[in-house]
């Protein structure tokens, strides 16, 4: 089985700072691709930045800049570093986890975290 704990969101005011991180435990024997994606209300859940096995990065548009994705594999972990925070990067945060836990790969969603940007 496996799980992912999703840390670090919050509230935050306009211009500051967050960094989130996903954790992934359990029978795990390789992790592919990793990302995080985010929904605010009323919007459908949309890419924000994801990173491969051998750590190419791609970023949404409203991310680029400002947000930066990376991982540590030996804590099967991936992070995203926000700055410069806005109002509307409010959200529900979620990471996306590639993982071979016997035969074929799975995504796997962490449990979601709250951003809170006030203006």
């Known amino acids: 089985q496996v799980q992912l704990v999703e840390s670090g969101g919050g509230l935050v005011q306009a211009g500051g700072s967050l960094r989130l991180s996903c954790a992934a435990s359990?029978?795990?024997?390789?992790?592919?691709?990793m990302g995080w994606y985010r929904q605010a209300p009323g919007k459908q859940r949309e890419l924000v930045a994801r990173?491969?096995?051998?750590?190419?990065?791609h970023y949404a548009d409203t991310a680029k800049g400002r947000f930066t994705i990376s991982r540590d594999n030996a804590k099967n972990t991936v992070y995203l570093q926000m700055n410069s925070l806005k109002p509307e990067d409010t959200a529900v945060y979620y990471c996306?986890?590639?993982?071979?836990?016997?035969?074929?790969?799975?995504?796997?969603w962490g449990q979601g975290t709250q951003v809170t940007v006030s203006s």
């Open positions: 990173i491969t096995s051998s750590s190419s990065t």
């Open positions: 359990g029978s795990i024997l390789s992790i592919n691709a």
């Open positions: 996306n986890v590639e993982i071979r836990a016997n035969y074929l790969y799975t995504n796997y």
